[in-house]
């Protein structure tokens, strides 16, 4: 009894890139004609490092794009920030509740640098907010 010999390995197309056997006409082509051999896995090895390097170089395109828009949307923070106009312990005087970064706080006291906002529980004291921490103030 003879073992059958197993097929040779498939090699994707050169045209349109289905897995075919070395040596047979390609079905899927719209040429239909293609043909690979055994002998121009070579040269696929040199196409398929090609084109890592097309993807590489594209990948490097994205992230410099990025670290562009990233750039500029830091710039805009740091003038929207500079155009900002801190509110002065006058225009916090009659409050009912200022907002920080981590939200609205309800006003206890307003001191000259600073504001005094109730506690989250009945067991903490109340945070002292700066004043130039504040961003809105609600009257």
Do not use: Y
């Given at each position: 009894?003879?073992?059958?010999?197993?097929?040779?390995?498939?090699?994707?197309?050169?045209?349109?890139?289905?897995?075919?056997?070395?040596?047979?006409?390609?079905?899927?082509?719209?040429?239909?004609?293609?043909?690979?051999?055994?002998?121009?896995?070579?040269?696929?090895?040199?196409?398929?490092?090609?084109?890592?390097?097309?993807?590489?170089?594209?990948?490097?395109?994205?992230?410099?794009?990025?670290?562009?828009?990233?750039?500029?949307?830091?710039?805009?923070?740091?003038?929207?920030?500079?155009?900002?106009?801190?509110p002065?312990?006058?225009?916090?005087?009659?409050a009912?509740?200022?907002?920080?970064?981590?939200?609205?706080?309800?006003?206890?006291?307003?001191?000259?640098?600073?504001?005094?906002?109730?506690?989250d529980?009945?067991?903490m004291?109340?945070?002292?907010?700066?004043?130039?921490?504040?961003?809105?103030?609600?009257?």
């Amino acid at each position: 009894m003879t073992t059958p010999t197993p097929p040779p390995p498939l090699i994707p197309c050169p045209d349109c890139g289905a897995l075919i056997m070395p040596g047979t006409p390609c079905v899927n082509c719209a040429t239909g004609g293609c043909v690979v051999s055994l002998r121009k896995s070579a040269s696929l090895r040199r196409c398929a490092d090609a084109d890592l390097r097309e993807a590489r170089a594209v990948v490097e395109e994205a992230k410099a794009q990025a670290r562009a828009d990233i750039a500029a949307h830091r710039r805009a923070a740091a003038e929207a920030e500079a155009a900002r106009v801190t509110p002065t312990h006058v225009d916090v005087e009659g409050a009912i509740a200022v907002r920080d970064r981590w939200g609205w706080h309800r006003v206890t006291r307003v001191n000259q640098v600073s504001v005094t906002v109730a506690a989250d529980a009945w067991f903490m004291e109340g945070e002292r907010i700066p004043l130039s921490r504040v961003l809105e103030v609600l009257l």
